[in-house]
């Protein structure tokens, strides 16, 4: 079973820094694609960032230039590094794997979100 931790999310004032992880556990072959989404009350989940499996990026464009996304694919983690934070970034944080498994299926799964709050 594949299993997605997300830890660093927070509290924090606008302009501030948080960083997030996401680690991938169990058993499977290999990670794809890795990726950041959010969701604020009452708004559609929306892509943040995303990473490739070969370390290319893409970035919704309200985050250009304030987060970066990297992985460790000796650890299966990714991080989204979140600088001069908004009070519009408040909002849950879901991890997203696309990951093959031991049988080479290419399957899908999500972290069990995290909050991220930033006050004016």
């Known amino acids: 079973q594949v299993q997605l931790v997300e830890s660093g999310g927070g509290l924090v004032q606008a302009g501030g820094s948080l960083r997030l992880s996401c680690a991938a556990s169990g058993s499977f072959f290999s990670i794809n694609a890795m990726g950041w989404y959010r969701q604020a009350p009452g708004k559609q989940r929306e892509l943040v960032a995303g990473?490739?499996?070969?370390?290319?990026?893409n970035y919704a464009d309200s985050v250009k230039g304030r987060f970066t996304i990297s992985r460790d694919n000796a650890k299966n983690t990714v991080y989204l590094q979140m600088n001069s934070l908004k009070p519009e970034d408040t909002a849950v944080y879901y991890c997203?794997?696309?990951?093959?498994?031991?049988?080479?299926?290419?399957?899908?799964?999500w972290g069990q979100g995290t909050q991220v709050t930033v006050s004016s």
């Open positions: 990473i490739s499996s070969g370390g290319s990026t």
């Open positions: 997203n794997a696309e990951l093959y498994t031991l049988g080479l299926r290419r399957s899908n799964y």
